[in-house]
């Protein structure tokens, strides 16, 4: 039941929340309109496109930099995901539910390298992976970004393992599962909103790493979109590629749009009501 | 169909705390068992054992004479109703049955019976659709048993399956329970902490106290023949009264009455001068007619009216200048903060009598009906009743 509110709270309310999403929409609204401005009306300080052109969206799918970086950036990113949050699903469990000596050290430190700055490790990273080369590779992005994202959703699944009666499980083992069986059908399901909130903040991290995509890459067998923005070039020496960075940018955005909508109709608290009394 | 053996069973937590001491059990095939006691005595770590939810320090567990003490908890085909029920939240009622026959590799038109005819059982039917969160606790708890019946397991293990239903539901299941027993014919091993419950269903009772077995006996065999202070005290509502007393040349000595009570040929085996405490159930005191011997003069404390009964509780007039040495009794932690001098009890009456606090009362006390406990030990040393 939502509760009934005053009228007069009810217009705060929406006043509030139009405010808000006015201030966070602003910007991408002047992206999308800077990606559909005539490269001639670029510099003319309107907020609406005077004329509409999807010269920008072709020109960076002419080039060959972009759909590659484009591949990139999702492979690398998906990869990446998939790898921490099944790294994540097993370690979190294992924190939660059994009951070995370095539990708290093992999160404290878990929480120590989510706090570390990523710009410290760059360097050597650098050196390492030109030695042993993974410079401007796949694994080369996505072995730091499964690092730095794991404690993450190390965390964030310990917090939705807690929340799962221990019996659950039991009664899996007694109804004739093994550990396995009784983890991937029944525990794994009803923790399916903590790993999918855990997915889309990996996600998110790798598809919008700039330092590392910059630093460790190189060409285009590995560079990813927000470091291949960068290299962009005008047309003309002359122009400044701001209507294609635009239209770049819209581009990644979409993916990120599309993944959080799907993501966010299964992150649904309550999924365990009825599990035990109550 | 399954015998359950426990051998010298004992379990010691990573903490070091002993949850179950030295237990043997035999449980017949086909019987209703109970392991009874108040919490943390035991019965569920016993009850986990005999699954295979936790391994035991020491012991063996046996089915038909097979040890399996190291066999996983899907191998050993029991079936366990948890206190929670433990529903799988995100699979319908019918996935929920269905799902230890899945996990076994049944075919699907097989599986559907055994859930149908589980449902029908259980009156379950038009509920398989349905899923946990909508249903009752009633229903809920009906889902959990009808997991545990459809794999037709070798034993049934109930964890206080009722404690979470309201009063009225609980003794609707309990019928239920005892049906599903005489239609089965399966080992049941069920937890409880409800003497009530435990004597009403059970065919034999195992009493557990600190981890440690008190007594084993069919229900009617712990109610009149208490091998110790804490059964004595534990079975029965309301539980039964403890006199502190002496045993002199045969005769037992009450501070609370004024005649002493003669034993009997059995009662000259006690020794002279021990110090005892005597046990009587409220049931086995009544008013006192003009002429009778061993009168217990007391003042109302309360009076519980109960339409079929009324419970009186009472204060003794004489004694209790001395602490009563109750020390190895079921709830003597209860008894020690009220702290009193004055010994208490409480008498079952017909619920005619119009008594109120501060009334007096004579109660005459049936001699034939006594236990005799050693206070250090809480063994039982003698009883005048013959009943067995």
New interface residues.
Partial sequence: MKPQLPRTDHLWWSAGSLLAVCYALTPIAWIVSLSLKHPGDLGDNRFWPQRITFEHYRAIFADAQFPAALMNSLGIALISTLLAVTIAMFAAYAVVRINFSGRRLFLALALAIAMFPPVSIIGPLFNMWRLVGLYDTWPGLILPYITLTLPLAIWTLAAFFREIPWDLDKAARVDGATAFQAFTKVIIPLVAPGVFSAAILVFIFAWNDFLFALSLTSTNDARTVPAAIAFFTGSSRFEQPTGSIAAAAVVVTIPLVIVVLIFQRRIVAGLTAGAVKG | MAEIQLENISKRF?DGTEAVKDISLTIDDGEFFILLGPSGCGKSTLLNII???ETATTGDVRVDGRVINDL???DRN???V?????????MTVGDNLA??LK??GMDKEERDKRVTRAADILELGDMLHR?????S?GQ?QRVAMG?AIV?QPDAFLLDEPLS?LDAKLRNQMRGEIANLHEQLQTTMVYVTHDQTEAITLGQRLAVLRRGRLQQVGSPRELYNTPANLFVAGFIGFPSMNFFPGRVENGRLQLPVLEDTIDLGDNGTDLNSGQEVVVGLRPEHLALAEDDNEAVLVVEVALVEWLGADAYVHFTCKHGGEEEPRLGQLADNEEKEKKGGKKITGIVKLDPSHRLSRGDALNLRVATDRLHIFDPESGRCLFRSSQEE
């Fill in positions: 990573e699954v295979g939810l996983d908890p899907k029991m079936a366990m948890f206190q929670s029920y433990a529903i799988y939240p995100h799902f230890p996990l076994a899923m946990p969160r909508s249903l606790g809920r997991r794999r979470n």
